[in-house]
């Protein structure tokens, strides 16, 4: 028997209506929920400021090892004046095997110098004024806000976010700012701040970056970039 050829990604998307784009989403959103339902931050932290740094250190690193150098740093930093009076390399030193050091070190004193000059040694509760921290982006700022504080203001990008949701059809864009701009549009305020996580786990677990597990896939059906040999079926 032939095989019915699938449907290229470009065209499937032109054909799908805005509406049909938002019911697929809600489909996706629905699956993940229920393979993941226990998906949220992996790293550790216990104040707002230790959310922050944790978010800093994970870039190009993993959560474990995140998890790993924060046991200590953490105990050893307790409010932001900490850092800025750690002698010169020592921060360095002390979060070193997260990778990128010097930068990291670099982008955590410019943040604590900016909680306590302006913010009074706190870290801000706002979108406006997290994103006012040298080097924090919408990605950190959500994540704070969302983990620390409790507030939900958008949808944090990540690489694994962004992948998937380009991989799914549900953003064409580069930028983070735009990609997350595309799924606030497509998902309810009430699922944003699950959502990130969701996409990570799915992530990790299925979507990877190099090659796509796509024929353990529990959206294959719904995603229209899938390799698997079988059928795909728009949905409408
Ligand atoms: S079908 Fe493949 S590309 Fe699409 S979400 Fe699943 S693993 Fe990723």
Not at 102 to 117: D, F, M, T, W
Not at 187 to 206: C, D, K, M, N, V
Not at 208 to 222: I, N, S
Request: hydrophobic share 40%.
């Amino acid at each position: 028997m032939v095989k019915p050829k699938a449907e290229p990604k470009a065209a499937w998307l032109a054909a799908e209506s805005p509406a049909q784009k938002r019911r697929r989403a809600g489909a996706v959103r629905r699956r993940l929920e229920r393979a993941y339902p226990g998906a949220k931050c992996a790293l550790n932290f216990s104040t707002p400021l230790e959310m922050l740094i944790a978010t800093v250190l994970s870039a190009q690193s993993t959560d474990a090892m995140v998890n790993k150098v924060t046991a200590g740093l953490f105990r050893k930093y307790r409010r932001p004046e900490d850092y800025l009076a750690s002698p010169p390399g020592e921060l360095e030193r002390d979060i070193h095997s997260t990778g990128f050091f010097n930068q990291k070190a670099r982008s955590i004193r410019g943040l604590c110098r900016k909680i306590v000059e302006d913010y009074g040694g706190r870290v801000p509760d706002t979108m406006e004024g997290l994103l006012s921290l040298p080097g924090v982006a919408r990605k950190t700022a959500n994540i704070v806000l969302g983990n620390a504080f409790g507030k939900v203001e958008g949808i944090a990008v990540d690489t694994h976010v962004h992948r998937l949701a380009s991989r799914l059809g549900l953003s064409a864009e580069d930028d983070p700012n735009k990609v997350e701009r595309d799924l606030t549009g497509l998902f309810p305020r009430s699922r944003w701040f699950q959502l990130t996580y969701l996409l990570i786990e799915h992530g990790r677990a299925i979507c990877k970056a190099p090659r796509p597990l796509c024929e353990e896939c529990l959206v294959g059906d719904l995603c229209p970039s899938s390799r698997a040999p079988t059928r795909r079926v728009p949905f409408a």
